[in-house]
């Protein structure tokens, strides 16, 4: 069974500090996707990573893939307050199963 | 890019009605539809995955004959959460895998309050 471990699961943080979502998962896979979830609303999809090594940034967040060490990380620059929301990674393993979610960081960035 | 729309995007009914929620892709054949349940502050849990023309497979722990799915086309994929009770209260979102591209697009989600 495909176990996905998101830490921190709560993360409050000021404005303009650098910080970093960390990714786990427990089986083989090459496809990685990050998502955002503001209160009530679906989720917003950030990133896709489809290999080793792959790194995408978008504005002040960066998203990269380590399969060897099934990692991926979500970083923030210079943290601003519109980027508070739930982040989820979801690992796609293959197979019918679709997506497994991690359990989401909620994210508070303060001004 | 892909698009799925999904509605209503909030629903209230009296405990024991049904509740229809349907999915659609717009521009492109969900060959897949994925359904997930999310409470308050918590994951997204997939409920039951759905392929046109086949029933559902259900996750385990998921009533089958009260969280109806049917997926009759390639573009139109429905829920129906049959005798719905206070606990069935949720967030309710779909997800479709295109034959044509890598990933999956969600739709708006469902917001069910049962009273």
């Known amino acids: 069974e495909l176990k996905v471990e998101q830490n921190p699961l709560f993360l409050s943080m000021q404005e303009g500090k650098n910080y970093t979502i960390y990714c786990n998962y427990s089986t083989t896979s090459d496809r990685l996707y990050w998502y955002r979830q503001d209160p009530g609303k679906s989720l917003e999809s950030l990133f896709v990573?489809?290999?080793?090594?792959a790194v995408k940034q978008e504005g002040r967040l960066m998203a990269s893939l380590d399969t060897k060490a099934r990692l991926s990380t979500l970083h923030i620059t210079a943290a601003v307050h519109d980027l508070s929301a739930t982040y989820f990674c979801a690992v796609d393993a293959g197979g019918a199963d679709g997506l497994t979610f991690g359990k989401g960081t909620h994210l508070i960035i303060q001004p | 890019g892909a698009v799925v729309s999904q509605h209503p995007s909030r629903v209230i009914c009296k405990s024991g009605t049904s509740v229809k929620i349907e999915c659609r892709s717009l521009?492109?054949?969900?060959?897949?539809m994925f359904w997930y349940r999310q409470f308050p502050k918590k994951s997204l849990m997939l409920m039951a995955t759905?392929?046109?023309?086949?029933?559902?497979?259900?996750e385990q722990g998921v009533e089958k004959d009260k969280f109806l799915i049917n997926h009759a086309s390639l573009t139109l994929s429905t829920l129906t959460v049959t005798s719905a009770h206070p606990e069935d209260s949720s967030f309710y979102i779909c997800s479709a895998e295109g034959r044509d591209y890598a990933g999956y697009t969600f739709g708006s989600g469902t917001r069910l309050t049962v009273v």
């Open positions: 521009d492109f054949q969900a060959t897949t």
């Open positions: 759905s392929n046109e023309g086949s029933k559902a497979t259900y």
């Open positions: 990573l489809l290999s080793n090594g």
